[in-house]
């Protein structure tokens, strides 16, 4: 199994970015998809995820309403675009995949991560 995230980079506080995981080795659309994120000298922390239909989306208040998760089961790719960044929002961020939805636990592949930096 193999997830590849990308899309981070170096953006002003205010804008915008979309990162993206490419899933592979895994029946894709029979997994929730989850994006967590680990700033520096802080815990890992579930961001957003996704049910495996796309019906359910579940966010961590520090970032509901500024940040959507998706994802394509045709194309084996979940995305998270993220809007109006702070720089709080620094960090690698990671995809991550499990079969149950719900909770921060549990996920059982992991992706390689990508940094975001928000500068202010």
């Known amino acids: 199994v193999q997830l590849q995230a990308f899309g981070g980079g170096l953006v002003q506080a205010g804008g915008s970015l979309r990162l993206s995981c490419a899933a592979s080795g895994l029946t894709f659309r029979s997994y929730t998809m989850g994006w967590f994120r680990q700033a520096p000298g802080k815990e890992r922390e579930l961001a957003a995820m996704i049910k495996w239909s796309g019906g359910d989306t579940s966010y961590a208040d520090s970032v509901r309403g500024r940040f959507t998760i998706s994802r394509d089961n045709a194309k084996n790719t979940v995305y998270l675009e993220m809007n109006r960044l702070k720089p709080e929002d620094t960090a690698v961020y990671y995809c991550?995949?499990?079969?149950?939805?719900?909770?921060?636990?549990?996920?059982?592949?992991w992706g390689q991560g990508t940094l975001v930096t928000v500068s202010s």
């Open positions: 991550a995949a499990k079969r149950i939805f719900g909770g921060s636990l549990g996920y059982d592949y």
